[in-house]
């Protein structure tokens, strides 16, 4: 039995430590030593070529793939490391805001003190009002792609990471509560509401500008967690419903240096990690995501619309 085992970047130096706790007796253990971004990059063209039966993805949990695997086992361990709870500088900027009700969300990493960490907040007075995210395996759990577990009805979220990555996946409730990134490793928090609101008006302006332009490539990637060749096929089709010219451009690791290559391509869309659009000064074009490609594609309509109308005698 051939064993791919698959580490993060932040992991890769404690390879020997890691496979000596998985306890693998009589397996051929080859490791991955791609880049890997998240639950959703499963290194499944490297297990092929080596004919592997089963990968171990660590540092993740359970992420909902959307490309065959061809019976290839995968399996998540994740990677936990331990926090001291306590952080009464927060507790008092909440109090002094007459915040009752938050949702708090952690990572992977910190998921295994989830319940002690809500009880912290319970001890000093607050509600915990919280949801799964549809990528997550876990209620309160935040992925770089994915708040969704912040409750609307709460007051305040407080997303418990080290670093704004998955601070910034909050942008959907920028203008409905204050949302909190603590540090645990430090105990300093930061009111993120301001950052969340330019990378919206960013994506905003992308789609702005994409509507003026006529050459599109649509951005595909390979990796598992993230693969949606269909749904690329569907946006060529709307685009050239109003002449645009569209290009499907398919990799497993959409490197912004790469894609820049493509000099004819004025706009892209993208279907793969949604967190590229914030990487548009890198790719230097107007980038929007599936969730905006409906706007992107209204404003087409109504511009080809108010084309045609001027032309007519």
Not at 162 to 191: C, E, R, S
């Amino acid at each position: 039995m051939v064993v791919l085992i698959q580490l993060p970047e932040g992991l890769k130096h404690k390879a020997p430590e890691i496979i000596k706790k998985l306890n693998i007796t009589n397996e051929e253990i080859v490791i991955s030593a791609s880049a890997m971004y998240g639950g959703c990059d499963i290194a499944i063209d490297e297990a092929r070529a080596i004919g592997a039966d089963k990968i171990i993805h660590v540092g993740h949990t359970y992420f909902p793939l959307r490309r065959e695997l061809n019976g290839i086992e995968v399996e998540y361990i994740p990677y936990y490391i331990d926090i001291n709870i306590g952080w009464p500088e927060l507790i008092d900027e909440l109090k002094s805001k007459s915040i009752k009700v938050l949702s708090i969300l952690t990572t992977t990493q910190h998921y295994h003190q989830y319940e002690q960490i809500v009880k912290y907040f319970e001890d000093n007075g607050f509600e915990n009002r919280v949801r799964k995210g549809p990528f997550c395996s876990n209620t309160g759990q935040v992925l770089g792609c994915d708040a969704y577990a912040i409750d609307e009805s709460a007051q305040a979220a407080v997303i418990i990471a080290d670093g704004v990555f998955h601070w910034t996946a909050a942008t959907h409730v920028v203008d409905k509560m204050l949302v909190y990134g603590l540090n645990p490793y430090n105990g300093k928090f930061t009111i993120v509401n301001d950052l969340l609101r330019k990378m919206n008006n960013r994506r905003i302006a992308s789609i702005f500008k994409a509507a003026e332009m006529n050459r599109f490539g649509i951005l595909v990637s390979t990796k598992p967690g993230q693969f949606s060749y269909r749904l690329a096929e569907k946006m060529k089709r709307e685009l050239e419903k109003y002449g645009k010219e569209v290009y499907i451009l398919v990799a497993n690791n959409l490197d912004p240096n790469t894609i820049s290559n493509f000099v004819f391509i004025e706009a892209f869309i993208n279907t793969a990690c949604p967190r590229i659009v914030d990487d548009v000064e890198q790719y230097k074009k107007p980038i929007v995501n599936p969730d905006g490609f409906k706007i992107l594609i209204e404003r087409i309509r109504q511009y080809h619309q108010d084309q045609t109308q001027s032309q007519s005698p």
